[in-house]
């Protein structure tokens, strides 16, 4: 039954559509920003597709200055974001525009706290400072994975204690979303296939998840139909805008059911992983985990589980619940096949030794999303899940 039972806040202005990249100065001077500081990967590829160029160009013609802060990996740590803010307040920025995966989009909204309150981003991260207000933040996502341009979360590892974990805010909804699936074109073949399975897991942990009501059903369902119909076909056809629009639309979507529902002990694990092995893409990690994952929630939310078929337009209703259950399964295995993300934990360097620490460090550092994950989890169950995944 769905809970009517809930809140619904998006106060992120979308502008979604082919081309919408430049609005961008447009949409920044209607919030007031006349300095941008714009937050992107150190890796140079946004420059060399020339997207960097298409938002300073589309700020300039606005009137706005911009300052770049090229300087984003992978698995961003706290101390990255306070490296950016000192950058954002010696310009005098009044606005963060964040270009690229969901490192780039969370590191520019930690940034966009911290300019404006002061302090220090592990403050927040371990909750010793609440973040309350930030500079306007505009999210440009060159991915369709995290939906951290609709959510309030921005994730960032402490490396001195190897939580990776997210500040959680209202403060921190970019204002506006500019979606433009002409950018994530280019794309390459495995990040295209791991932020796809990003914002699978988000529908997906979500859906099944205890916080979900009506609101993140509505979401979470339009993302897993829209993924398990669009994704099958994105490695065959990378540069397809009409793929691309489908699966940010579908990114977006499970965004804002994670900001209303929230993930689920997948994630937990994974963001272990990634903390442990930060070479490791999170949506890399995910994939990993993700069929280990369904085998053990599959038996503790059957009905729900099942629905992930029915939205394919698997024909299950002539089956035993167990059978419908093996088909949905088989569905989740199939996408993965299908996106070349057939992986073990033991492919990305994780090792036996390490399984009790890494579920150790989730239910430690990420025990709110445990808690959303039917079946109460135990240490023991994070660790059978992790060595199914081995
Ligand atoms: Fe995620």
Redesign the pocket.
């Known amino acids: 039954m769905r809970k009517l039972n809930f809140i619904l806040y998006i106060p992120t202005k979308v502008v979604f559509g082919s081309g919408v990249v430049n609005r961008v100065g447009h949409e920044a001077s209607k919030l007031g920003i006349t300095r941008a500081l714009l937050v992107t990967t150190r890796g140079g590829s946004l420059r060399r597709f020339g997207y960097v160029n298409m938002v300073m160009n589309s700020l300039q013609s606005s009137g706005i200055e911009t300052e770049l802060f090229a300087e984003v990996f992978t698995n961003p740590t706290a101390e990255l974001a306070d490296v950016g803010a000192d950058v954002c307040r010696s310009y005098r920025c009044d606005g963060v525009i964040g270009l690229g995966g969901g490192s780039a989009i969370d590191v520019a909204k930690s940034i966009a706290i911290i300019a404006l309150q002061g302090g220090r981003a592990e403050e927040y991260l371990k909750g010793e400072r609440k973040a309350e207000k930030a500079l306007p933040i505009i999210a440009i996502p060159t991915t369709h ?2 939906g951290t341009e609709v959510n309030r979360f921005a994730v960032l590892t402490d490396i001195k204690t190897l939580a990776k974990v997210a500040i959680a805010s209202s403060a921190i909804y970019p204002r506006t979303a500019i979606l433009d699936p002409e950018l994530t074109k280019t794309l390459p073949p495995k990040l295209s296939a791991a932020t796809t399975i ?1 914002a699978f ?2 529908a997906l942990e979500s859906y099944i998840g205890l916080g979900a009501t009506a609101v993140v059903d509505l979401f979470a369902e339009e993302a897993i139909r829209e993924i398990l119909q669009y994704a099958p076909k994105l490695l065959n056809n990378l540069s397809n805008v009409e793929i691309r629009s489908h699966l940010l639309y579908a990114s977006m979507c499970a965004g804002i059911a994670i900001s209303h529902g929230r ?1 689920g002990v997948m ?1 937990a694990l994974e963001h272990a992983v990634s903390a442990f092995h930060p070479e490791v893409h ?1 949506g890399i990690g ?1 994939a990993a985990l993700m069929l280990s994952w369904a085998k053990y929630i599959a038996p503790r939310v059957k009905e729900k589980f099942i629905n992930i078929a029915r939205l394919a337009k698997v024909p299950i209703e002539k089956l035993t619940i167990d059978e419908a259950l093996q088909k949905t399964i088989a569905l989740l295995e199939d996408l993965l096949k299908k996106l070349d993300l057939r992986i073990r934990l033991r492919d990305l360097g994780v090792e036996e030794g390490e399984l009790r620490d890494l579920a150790e460090n989730a239910m430690r550092n990420l025990q709110v999303l445990i808690n959303n994950t039917p079946g109460n989890p135990s240490i023991e169950d994070l660790i059978e899940i992790l060595r199914q995944a081995l």
């Open positions: 994975g995290t990003d897991t988000h993930t994630h999170h995910l």
